[in-house]
Structures are given as structure tokens and as C-alpha cells.
């Protein structure tokens, strides 16, 4: 059996509605280029036996996907990227990313868990985000 292109993650803490953590993650995927169109999403019932979720929550956040023009639905054959998403120049992608699992190391070292240093990070996004607007 041939690997998924994508295969999601359910963070149950953290209050994100599952569907729209899928949403999130494709997104992500394509905008980060690791999704192109033409790639396949795992078929619903194979999402739904690996993450243990509701059918109509997978279907919800990929006819979500489908509103937003960024998959398609081929009737018989699943759904596809049929989008990409503007994404930045990705010419610094490894620099930054490098970067960052460093500051993530170093989060780990200081004795911060997974909730911890995601909880820095987006407070720290956010004001970034936040004081660039203003």
C-alpha cells in the first residue's frame, strides 16, 4: 500500500474543532509546497480509522477544503489539490526552520513540554502578527 501524502494529527487539547485542524494542515501542507496539485487526500475512511472521528467530520473539513477552491472531489476517485495558496519565498524555509527547532531544543532543555512551548509560540506569533498591524 502506497504512504498518504499527508497524514494528519489531532491535538485534542487544543480546542480546535478536528475538522478545522484538517482544514489547517492541508493548508499548511500546501502552502508550504509539500502538497501539489494532483495529490491525493486520504480517502475519508481511511482518516477516520487511523484518527478514530466521525466520518462527517473529515467530510466537513474537506468539503471546507472544496468551498475554498483548494481540492476537488472526482466522484469514485477521492479528493485532490487542485489549488496552491500564496505562500512567501521559501528560499530562507530551511535557514528558519533550522532555526527554529533550535529555539525548540532549547524550550525542551529548560524543561517546557509540548503544551508549554506551544503556548510561547503562539502568544509570540500573535504579538508579532498583532504589532505589525498596529
Known sequence: MERPVIEFHLDRRSG???????VQ??????RLGRLQPGDQLPKVKDVVAKLVINPNTV???YRELDIEGI?????????????TLPSPSLENH?????????WVESARRGG???????????TALRAAFFEEAA
Open 16 to 22: 480546535v474543532p478536528t475538522y478545522l485542524q484538517i
Open 25 to 30: 494542515q492541508v493548508k499548511q501542507a500546501v
Open 59 to 61: 467530510l466537513k473539513a
Open 71 to 83: 481540492v476537488e472531489g472526482r466522484r469514485g476517485q477521492g479528493t485532490f489539490i487542485s489549488a
Open 94 to 102: 530551511e535557514a528558519v526552520q533550522k532555526a527554529l527547532m533550535k
Open 112 to 122: 517546557l513540554d509540548e503544551e508549554a512551548i506551544s503556548a510561547l509560540f503562539a
